[in-house]
């Protein structure tokens, strides 16, 4: 491995760490944000904005022009259809699940979204990333870990209440998931992943703006600044930039290494409650978290094992 690859290795990982920071608040932002929009008509404002501002800044710095010779139309079309996946599915069903179920349980069905990864690629065995047993053991043992962090929160799947929430919310797991399986195969290594993010990110916020057309009520929008606000940070921070971010971290790691923020997010927003809003932090929390890491630690470790393999 030369110093270049490992220096945007590094950079891959500083990126993944902005992006569990970033996806973390994402949950809370999106909560506030339906109570004023109509789920599918935020998705389709917030993603297409989003991808107009990253398409005028591919354009003004020039990496729209570098990309150009492997933009062909059969790879915009295939660029779109993950865009679709990803943000009209993935992004537009958990939205809509939110409407139903709280953020920690939403939180609890999306870290599914590592091990669902590797189902995936799996199935889809041609030209398939390497598992190593450290991956496998890292993911399990992460997920086992969020278990008894949310040991409190399992009961939630029992509440009549919450079962089109939860049924959205593991439609928009395997649509996510799936969207990062073909991001990884699909986009090119000579495409700026500010390209490949800006057309994924339009394609699936006008995809959201259909569904908003067909299934929307627009008798829930409010104009409110809570829900502006909400909306501007979900536009600028929890897209434009953290989905530039996302495909930066394909490019450099594994699919499942990438879906690994949906780990450490709960992990954060456990820290920070207890750390600023003075909540109380049960042993069986504590001890959660710290497998959760060590499962982390064991994908890292996977990932070197295959980069130096």
Request: charge should be positive.
């Amino acid at each position: 491995m030369n110093a270049s690859t490992l220096s945007s290795r590094h950079l891959a990982y500083l990126a993944l760490a902005a992006i569990c920071l970033i996806w973390g608040t994402t949950y809370t932002a999106i909560k506030y944000a339906i109570l004023y929009f109509p789920p599918y008509l935020m998705v389709g404002i917030r993603q297409t904005s989003a991808g107009l501002l990253l398409l005028v800044l591919v354009l003004l710095t020039g990496k729209w022009a570098k990309s150009r010779a492997s933009l062909s139309p059969r790879y915009l079309f295939l660029q779109a259809v993950i865009g679709v996946v990803t943000i009209t599915g993935g992004n537009g069903f958990i939205t809509w699940g939110m409407q139903y179920v709280s953020s920690g349980l939403a939180a609890v069905i999306g870290s599914l979204t590592p091990i669902v990864v590797l189902l995936i690629q799996f199935s889809w065995h041609r030209r398939g990333e390497r598992l190593s047993g450290y991956t496998l053991s890292g993911v399990l043992l992460g997920f086992a870990g969020l278990g008894l962090i949310f040991n409190q929160g399992w009961a939630d799947f029992l509440n009549p209440d919450y079962r089109w929430g939860i049924l959205g919310c593991f439609a928009s797991c395997f649509t996510w998931s799936m969207g990062t399986v073909m991001a990884k195969r699909l986009n090119a290594p000579a495409v700026s992943p500010m390209v490949n993010a800006s057309i994924q990110v339009t394609a699936g916020g006008l995809g959201g703006l259909l569904l908003s057309w067909m299934l929307d009520s627009t008798a829930h929008i409010q104009h409110h600044w809570q829900g502006w606000s909400a909306l501007i940070y979900l536009i600028l921070v929890g897209s434009a930039l953290a989905f530039s971010l996302y495909m930066f971290v394909l490019k450099q790691l594994s699919a499942t290494a990438a879906s690994l923020y949906t780990y450490i997010n709960p992990v954060v927003a456990v820290l920070l409650g207890w750390w600023v809003l003075k909540e109380p932090l049960h042993w069986l929390e504590a001890v959660g978290m710290s497998i959760t890491l060590a499962g982390v630690w064991l994908v890292n470790r996977g990932e070197s094992t295959s980069a130096g393999a």
